[in-house]
C-alpha cells in the first residue's frame, strides 16, 4: 500500500469513527490535569507549520491527494489559528526555520505523529481509555533547547484532513500544545460533515474558531 493509500485509509477510519460517535461531528478536548498550573507560565508559542492532506474523492470511490489543494489549506489553516490566538490575546508567532532548526523539527514533528496517534486511540479511538482529563498524561521530552532559539515557551501542532467529493465535504482538525517540557497541556479536535471546505479562508476560519472554542485563554 502506496503512502498516499496508507494516509487516506487512517483518513476513513477517523471519519468513520466521527459519525459512528457522533452522527455528523465530532467536536472533543482534553487538558493535561495540572493544566491551569502550567498553562500561566507561558508567555509565546510558536506554531510549526500544519501538516494537511486534501483528497478528491471520484464518482468510483478513488481517492486522489491534491497537494495544490493541500497547500491552500495549509495556508488558510495557519492564517485562521494566527489570527484566532490574536483575538484571544495569546501570543503565538509561525515557526520560521533554518537548517538546523529544520532538522530538529522534523524530528520533532515525527515523535508528535507516535504521541499523536496514542492519543487518538486512548482519548477518541476504539481503545478509549480516557473519559476525562484525570489520565490525560502524554510527553514528547523536553522542548526547551529548542524552544528557546525561538524566544517560545510553548509549541502549538496542528493536523488537518479533508475530503472533497460530488456530494459534499468531511474534513477533521486537530490541534495539541506542548510546553517547554514535552507535556500535552491541551489537544483538541473537530470533524465535520457538514460542507466545510480548507481551501476557502472564511469556512476554514469557521472551523478553527469551532475548533479552540474550549480552549481556556493562556495568561501572558
Not at 61 to 72: E, I, T
Not at 168 to 197: E, F, H, N, P, W
Request: overall charge neutral; proline content about 1%.
Amino acid at each position: 500500500m502506496t503512502k498516499t493509500k496508507k494516509k487516506w485509509h487512517a483518513f476513513l477510519l477517523i471519519i468513520g469513527l466521527l459519525l459512528l460517535v457522533t452522527g455528523c461531528a465530532l467536536d472533543a478536548y482534553r487538558m493535561h490535569p495540572e493544566f491551569d498550573i502550567r498553562a500561566g507560565s507561558i508567555r509565546e508559542s510558536v506554531l510549526i507549520i500544519p501538516d494537511v492532506s486534501m483528497y478528491e474523492l471520484s464518482s468510483s470511490g478513488q481517492a486522489m491527494l491534491r497537494d495544490d489543494w493541500s497547500g491552500v489549506g495549509r495556508q488558510n489553516l495557519q492564517d485562521a489559528i494566527l489570527q484566532d490566538f490574536k483575538k484571544k490575546n495569546c501570543k503565538v508567532k509561525l515557526v520560521q526555520l533554518d537548517t538546523q532548526t529544520a532538522q530538529e523539527i522534523a524530528e520533532i514533528k515525527a515523535l508528535y505523529g507516535l504521541v499523536h496517534k496514542t492519543m487518538d486511540q486512548r482519548t477518541f479511538g476504539s481503545h478509549q481509555q480516557l473519559a476525562d482529563n484525570s489520565g490525560f498524561v502524554f510527553s514528547l521530552g523536553s522542548l526547551d533547547s529548542i524552544l528557546q532559539k525561538f524566544g517560545a515557551d510553548a509549541m502549538i501542532f496542528v493536523t488537518g484532513y479533508d475530503q472533497v467529493y460530488k456530494g459534499g465535504r468531511k474534513a477533521l482538525i486537530d490541534l495539541a500544545i506542548a510546553d517547554s517540557s514535552g507535556t500535552i497541556l491541551y489537544y483538541t479536535v473537530k470533524g465535520t460533515t457538514q460542507g466545510k471546505d480548507l481551501r476557502d479562508p472564511a469556512s476554514t476560519a469557521v472551523l478553527i474558531r469551532d475548533l479552540l472554542s474550549s480552549f481556556s485563554r493562556m495568561e501572558g
